[in-house]
């Protein structure tokens, strides 16, 4: 029973255009949203975060939309950049716990 | 810099075996978590220790699975009898605690289990 999901494996997009990376949860209990950034061989780096008191957060090219009727939160990031090619992971916390329920990650690829 | 360290990057062993497998959180940070990723899967958590709490164990897929954590710093996840389905990267993270929201993660330790 998968509570993130991350239906896309994988997006393509050139170089100086909008990524738009998504990302569905199930328990409505989750009070906060975050963002981690994969490279190979390495560990996942957090990116942006969101509370579900919020919107929108933005911080630089990067922007977390959270959309609690729908339970649906995107990570946009425009201009991409080539160096942004690696995996995103969409991770919830649930109240009360700091315990982070993670999706299954979507492969970007920036090209020129 | 000091950031989360785990050890050994890399393990093969044979099914049957134990292993340990070590994480050296940020100083000063009182939570630590153990996750893993298994091929095309995402993080999944194992266990989460918070200062002197009894740990949130909830994530251990079975009792071949153990970890501990000495003197609230060091970590060390132990495999008994291992399967080939615990071939996985098994990443530490830590955070300062107090619901302090990011964690910081090491750089994993690939384990195959032949």
């Known amino acids: 029973d998968q509570q993130v999901k991350q239906n896309s494996p994988s997006l393509s997009v050139q170089e100086g255009r909008i990524s738009i990376l998504n990302c569905d949860y199930t328990?409505?209990?989750?009070?906060?949203f975050l963002w981690y950034k994969k490279y190979p061989a390495e560990g996942p780096t957090f990116l942006i975060s969101?509370?579900?008191?919020?919107d929108k957060n933005e911080d630089g090219r990067f922007t977390v939309f959270l959309n609690k009727s729908a339970k649906h939160l995107s990570l946009h990031i425009v201009p991409s950049q080539p160096g942004d090619s690696a995996v995103y992971f969409c991770?919830?916390?649930?109240?009360?716990?700091?315990?982070?329920?993670f999706g299954t990650g979507t492969r970007l690829q920036v090209f020129p | 810099g000091a950031g989360v360290s785990q050890s050994p990057s890399n393990k093969v062993t044979e099914k049957g075996k134990d292993v340990e497998l070590r994480c050296d959180p940020i100083?000063?940070?009182?939570?630590l978590y153990w996750y893993r990723q298994s091929l095309g899967q995402g993080l999944e958590f194992l266990i989460y220790?918070?200062?002197?709490?009894?740990?949130?164990k909830s994530g251990l897929p079975s009792d071949r699975f153990s970890a501990e954590r000495t003197g609230g710093s060091v970590s060390t996840l132990t495999i008994q009898r291992t399967q080939q389905e615990d071939s996985a990267v098994y990443l530490c993270?830590?955070?300062?605690?107090?619901?302090?929201?990011?964690?910081?993660f090491g750089p994993g330790t690939r384990l195959t289990v032949l």
């Open positions: 100083s000063g940070h009182t939570a």
């Open positions: 969101i509370s579900s008191i919020k």
């Open positions: 993270a830590s955070s300062p605690g107090n619901s302090y929201n990011e964690q910081f």
């Open positions: 328990n409505s209990m989750f009070d906060y």
């Open positions: 991770a919830a916390r649930g109240y009360n716990t700091d315990k982070l329920i």
């Open positions: 220790f918070q200062g002197n709490s009894a740990p949130d």
